[in-house]
């Protein structure tokens, strides 16, 4: 009993703890509005639903997280954990999501995106309140409960509202500084700024910051420009203009007073600037007074008038363009002939050469009188000049000289002739005027003391062309021509033909004859004949025609090869032919001799071959020595082998010898055990007839075969 008391309770604690089992069903996170305005608060909420196995408490550990990263952590034993946050920005927009651990167990929430609408107001501070015409206005404006990237807007409200604004994007900070010069006419400068933010939740605008004042102070006044001079002024009378100006305070300005863009007259420290002169009528305009402090500057102006005193006077001349030796008569006149002392001057130089104080002037003209003349009137200080008139006096031409630019007097067909023409004495402008034969090719005026130059392309083959030039200038009488000149007009030379008799074979030791020939060409022409690869010329020689023939005597195997010819005239370009090429053969000699030698070697080898065919045809019949060298042999061997009644056969057998001294050998040395015993039935002789002219000796053969007492 006491062993099963004791495993019961050992028991019991293995029971206990199976009894505090858990298991998390769900974790949730809210918030009352996932759409918060900025300023105000975001409540989170992170709830757990958990099952147990009993009736126990549990530890919970809450972590919010935002975008992913730790925001908050806490513990509970209560199934829910709050997180506030408060005043909620835009920076605070994002995904939230929240995690429960509880007896080693975890599990987390779904995302929860919240979004805050709006930014916080900026604000706006001038670095300096009060400023000075010329100065700059820095202003900062900052969120600084908001992080970055910002862009701010800076805007100068107007008085009459309108808006000039800057833009500057701060990526890492969350304040940003500009500067806005001060302009002319500023007084109280009004600015606020306005931040905006783009981001991945979207894009926000703040409201516009505080209004920030800014006085500007005026270093100077507005310039007062004055004259000082009567309202009605007079050619003669003198003119004050004054402009002056209040400063503030001690400044370093600069006024100045100018008419149109010329500066009349300026100063530097102080407050007021006079322009005095005699009024003339180049007077009369507007003036201007600007006063100028740094970037600071303010401007007035006036209108003067200057009535004319007495008109400006008039010079005329007899004639503008004279010969050498005519008369010139000027005279000087002035409208309402009012009492001046008047002047005939001429120029150069600058300041001019009085020629007579008088208003009419008289002078027989050389060439140094051309130049320009003016008549100056004074009265009461103010004077006054003319018009300038230009008097031109002409001296004549010379006669012109003309020349070729390269010097020389031929040309080449094609190319452009360059003459030149030019008189050495006369007054420019000067026309020259090119004639080829009686037509007129071309006129030039030159402006200086230098020649015209022509162009004249040779297009067609005259052999001879003449040119002459004509000069002429603004003198009455003046027109002169030069010599004439002929011009050789050269025709290169062309179509170049190459050829040989006999064509393109020559017999070794002939002679061939090479003619070369061009098509056109200005003579005379120089031809050379060339053999391929060789730089002397084997023919050269110049010809009062268009061709030319060179024989070349006893051509050889080494003259063997390709020819070509050059021609060329005074038109300095070479023309050249296309390749000849010439070969050698024997000479008729030479076939002969080669001929009679193939005869001779044929008719030597034929003997040979016949001898030989001969000498083998007897080696094929030797029976022919054995039938003796008459008639009368041949009877009687026939009776003698007719009364033995026995015929016997010559033929090679086994102990055949073929020789030509001894072509007969006995029975006995071929004797066998066969022979012996063979019977004779028959012999057989064959006859052939010999050669009559040949030795009956020789060429003999002797085939015996059969009965013993053969001989």
Partial sequence: MYFAVLMILLHCPSLKAQDNVITINKVELTVPSPKVKNGKSIELTCIVDISKSASFQIQHAFSFYKDDSPLYNTT?????????????RFADSGSYKCSVEASGKSKSSNDLVVQVKGLSQPKLTALKTEVTEGEVVTLRCEEPEEKPPFIFLFNKISPNQQLQAKKKQELKENFASVDFPVEEGDRILRFHCIVTVNSAVGFEKSEASNITLVTVVEPFSHPKLTSKSPWNVTEGDRIDIVCTTILARKYEIEILIQKDRRILNSTRGQNSLTYSAIATMEDNGNYTCKVELGRVSKTTSMNLVVEELFAKPILTPSLTDLD??????????????????????????????????????????????TGSYVCRAEIKGIIKESNPVQITVYAPVSEPVLSVANLSTEMVLGETLMLRCQSMSGTPPINYTLFRGNRLIHTITVFNNTYAEFRDKQTKLNNLREYRCEASNRHAYAK????????????????ISFGSLPHGEVEDGGNINFLCIVGEGSLPINFRIFKENDQKPLFNESKMETRVLWQKESFSKQDAGKYFCEASNRARATVRSNLLTVKVILASWQKGFIALF???????????????????????????????????????SEKQASGQNHYTEFYPGPGYIE??????????????????????????????????????????????EGSPDAT
């Avoid at 509970?76 to 909620?88: G, L, N, T, V």
């Avoid at 006149?333 to 001019?352: L, M, T």
């Fill in 659 to 704: 020789d030509s001294e001894n072509p007969v050998k006995s029975a006995d040395e071929n004797k066998g055990p066969d022979h012996e015993s063979a019977e004779v039935e028959y012999t057989e002789v064959e006859v052939s007839t010999p050669d009559p002219y040949k030795d009956s000796g020789e060429n003999r053969h002797s085939r015996i």
């Fill in 324 to 369: 050498e030796n005519q008369r010139l008569s000027l005279w000087c006149h002035i409208n309402g002939s009012p009492k001046a002392n008047v002047s005939i001057i001429k120029r150069p130089p600058k300041n001019g050469t009085l020629l007579k104080t008088s208003s009419n002037f008289t002078i027989q003209v050389q060439v140094n009188d």
């Fill in 76 to 88: 509970s034993e209560q199934d829910r954990a709050r997180y506030k946050i408060f005043p909620a």
């Fill in 598 to 636: 193939v005869l001779a070697v044929i008719a030597i080898a034929a003997s040979g071959f016949w001898w030989y065919w001969h000498k083998k045809e007897k080696g094929k019949h030797p029976s022919m020595e054995m039938s003796g060298s008459t008639a009368a042999t041949n009877s009687t």
């Fill in 480 to 495: 002169r021509s030069s010599y004439k000149m002929n011009i050789t007009v050269i025709a290169p030379v062309r179509n």
